[in-house]
């Protein structure tokens, strides 16, 4: 079936660190891919997205790129501050019924 | 752009009551919406399917009669627990498709609290 893992967490940085959290998806077919962030005791808000191979997405200095050949989605930001501190979920998209299948969610901690 | 409003944001009820959440499409019409729950430190589940005018689909393991959901409009979709109990204390969030590819907003969750 269809699944999402990302790294464990906690990841704990300090402020202007470059940040990585990686994500590896199994899915039939061509999934669409996000990264969604999760601040304390909110809703989700979608961080960025690709939906074809080799897709870039990026969004507040965040970027992740659609690696079809290692089925890859990793995360990256290249100087981190202490408000990206948060829950980041990585995610898929199969089919036109729109479910989301989401991964464990990967906590962020950055320190100043 | 696209909007969703869930309420209340926090609840606290005793055991045995049931609970309505709502989730509210502002600037759009949501012919389809997802209620997730979120365990806490976990990742979210999907627990249904609702879809306007029909009856939702709910994912497996998930009791239908426990958790009612009604999307009787284009704009609104409801999650009834009934007969809540402890265990049914969880993060439940909405969301709704907007179109597009990737084209999802949730809502700001509702924290149930079961005493």
């Known amino acids: 079936g269809n699944s999402v893992t990302q790294m464990e967490g906690p990841v704990t940085l300090s402020e202007e660190a470059f940040l990585t959290i990686n994500c590896t998806y199994t899915?039939?077919?061509?999934?669409?891919l996000f990264w969604y962030v999760q601040y304390p005791g909110e809703g989700l808000q979608l961080l960025l997205k690709a939906t074809k191979a080799d897709d870039k997405g990026s969004n507040k200095g965040f970027e992740a790129t659609y690696r079809k050949e290692t089925t890859s989605f990793h995360l990256e930001k290249g100087s981190v501050q202490v408000s990206d501190s948060a829950v980041y979920f990585c995610a898929l998209s199969t089919d036109a019924t729109g479910k989301l299948i989401f991964g464990q969610g990967t906590t962020l901690q950055v320190k100043p | 752009g696209a909007v969703v409003s869930q309420h209340p944001s926090r609840v606290i009820c005793k055991s045995g009551t049931s609970v309505k959440i709502e989730c509210r499409s502002l600037?759009?019409?949501?012919?389809?919406m997802f209620w997730y729950r979120q365990f806490p430190k976990q990742s979210l589940m999907l627990m249904a399917t609702s879809n306007e005018g029909s009856k939702a689909t709910y994912e497996q393991g998930v009791e239908k009669d426990k958790f009612l959901i009604n999307h009787a409009s284009l704009t609104l979709s409801t999650l009834t627990v009934t007969s809540a109990h402890p265990e049914d204390s969880s993060f439940y969030i909405c969301s709704a498709m907007t179109g597009g590819a990737g084209g999802y907003t949730f809502g700001s969750g509702t924290r149930l609290t079961v005493v």
């Open positions: 600037d759009f019409q949501a012919t389809t």
């Open positions: 899915a039939t077919g061509y999934p669409s």
